[in-house]
Nanobody, 124 residues
Framework: VQLVESGGGLVQAGGSLRLSCTAS????????MGWFRQALGKEREFIVG????????WYADSVKGRFTISRDNAKNTASLQMNSLKPEDTGVYYC??????????????????WGQGTLVTVSS
């Protein structure tokens, strides 16, 4: 499966962005999906995950209450609505497919394949 992210850009602090991840060439519905981000000079960090059905989600504390993940299995897409953005949310955002069905996976090694990333820049 190939994953392609879109929707990144430049936004002022307090603003919103909506990222999308579109899957093609493989199975999407039965797999968890995750969003990660990587700031310049830092390790890739988990942001949010969603189960294959979309019924279960899990969030990093840093984005809880501000970000919302959703998926549309009919369209092979997973979306990330980001509100109340902060400068520290700046980074490259990646979507990835979970390797197994276990809920709550947080580590990058629990996900594969990955999209190419989309840059989000939040100005202060």
């Amino acid at each position: 499966v190939q994953l392609v992210e879109s929707g990144g850009g430049l936004v002022q602090a307090g603003g919103s962005l909506r990222l999308s991840c579109t899957a093609s060439g493989g199975t999407f519905t039965n797999y968890n999906m995750g969003w990660f981000r990587q700031a310049l000079g830092k390790e890739r960090e988990f942001i949010v995950g969603i189960s294959g059905s979309g019924r279960r989600t899990w969030y990093a504390d840093s984005v809880k209450g501000r970000f919302t993940i959703s998926r549309d299995n009919a369209k092979n897409t997973a979306s990330l609505q980001m509100n109340s953005l902060k400068p520290e949310d700046t980074g490259v955002y990646y979507c990835a497919r979970g390797l197994e069905g276990r809920i709550g996976c947080l580590l990058p090694e629990d996900y594969d394949p990955w999209g190419q990333g989309t840059l989000v820049t939040v100005s202060s």
